[in-house]
């Protein structure tokens, strides 16, 4: 039976710790994150792969620094023969990356070499593309840049948003690992290096990424709003306080009018100018200090004040 040692953080990696699991593969340890504050009462909640461990009674190993920690030697003791990352959040070290006989893989969610990094799926939605997929890869020192073992192609529908693919590349992810494990123990897997020409990065999202600048046309405004949503959640500002903008469309209003203003107010939605004459309807809204809401109870309540010709800025 081949002894694994699993590594993993959010929901999109509980899946794949199920599979593996089911599949009969012993998983000697999950590696996670840290339990952290969450929400506005800051409750420490534990990341969706602990819960999935506890679910299987897998052992749980939580280290707030891999890097030179006890917890890295208690994962070295257990000598796994492979290792498998999928969305773990830290770098794994040389001497973990060179202990496993049979290597250490990552699960990551985009067609390598394209988006390397921490965010590969909120940008590739921010950038308007029509596909990813989720690659099956060997794991180097430098980052996401290891051989590719396997890859599977999907669609970004018009419609997706992070949270969807997040859910979809999940399950992406469980079945293309669950085919290509075979080859991987019995050493018949591919073994593809990456064309450095061809690489692009996803570093993890940025405050500056979550404004809306309104000069932008009215699609790539859609598009980031969806790769941020449900988190981080793009934002804009209005009358000098943060307005998160949870959902919104590209509106079927034209304009002449400043980036930023309002130039029309429905029943639900409101929509606002862009810098390609175009606007951005905004249907899911959240004022400073208010709770996340739909555009109608806003223009119902805090927002029943709001005029054409306000700015958003």
């Not at 996340?292 to 223009?299: D, G, H, P, S, V």
């Amino acid at each position: 039976m081949t002894k694994i040692v699993f590594m993993g953080t959010p929901a999109f990696s509980a899946p794949i710790l199920r599979m593996l699991h089911e599949e009969g593969y012993e998983v000697l340890a999950v590696v996670t994150q840290p339990d952290r504050p969450v929400g506005r009462k800051k409750v420490l909640t534990p990341p969706p792969v602990k819960e999935e461990a506890l679910a299987l009674g897998l052992p749980i190993i939580q280290p707030e620094k891999l890097r030179g920690s006890k917890e890295l030697e208690e994962i070295l003791a257990l000598n796994p023969d492979l290792v498998v990352t999928a969305a773990f959040g830290q770098i794994l070290p040389k001497e973990l990356l060179e202990a496993p006989r049979l290597g250490c893989i990552n699960v990551h969610a985009s067609l390598l070499p394209l988006y390397r990094g921490g965010a590969p799926i909120h940008q590739s939605i921010i950038d308007g593309q029509s596909k990813t997929g989720v690659t099956i890869m060997y794991m180097a020192e430098k980052l996401d840049a290891g051989d590719i073992i396997s890859q599977s192609e999907i669609a970004i529908e018009d419609t997706d948003h992070t949270g969807s693919m997040f859910e979809k590349l999940s399950m992406v992810g469980r079945q293309l690992l669950k085919e290509t494990m075979p080859s991987i123990i019995n050493g018949t897997n591919a073994r593809i290096v990456q064309d450095e020409t061809l690489v692009t990065y996803a570093r993890n999202i940025s405050r500056e990424q979550e404004l809306i600048d309104w000069n932008n046309d009215a699609r790539a405004l859609y598009n980031q709003v969806r790769g941020l949503h449900p988190w981080p959640v793009a934002y804009t500002t209005f009358e000098g306080a943060n307005f998160k903008v949870w959902w919104a469309k590209v509106g079927d209003t034209t304009t002449n009018a400043t980036p930023g203003e309002v130039v029309k107010i429905a029943k639900d939605h409101f929509e606002v100018a862009t810098g390609d004459g175009n606007t951005l309807a905004l249907y899911d809204v959240q004022p400073a200090g208010k709770k996340r809401m739909t555009a109608e109870e806003f223009l119902r309540g805090t927002g029943s004040k709001l005029q054409i010709g306000d700015r958003f800025e």
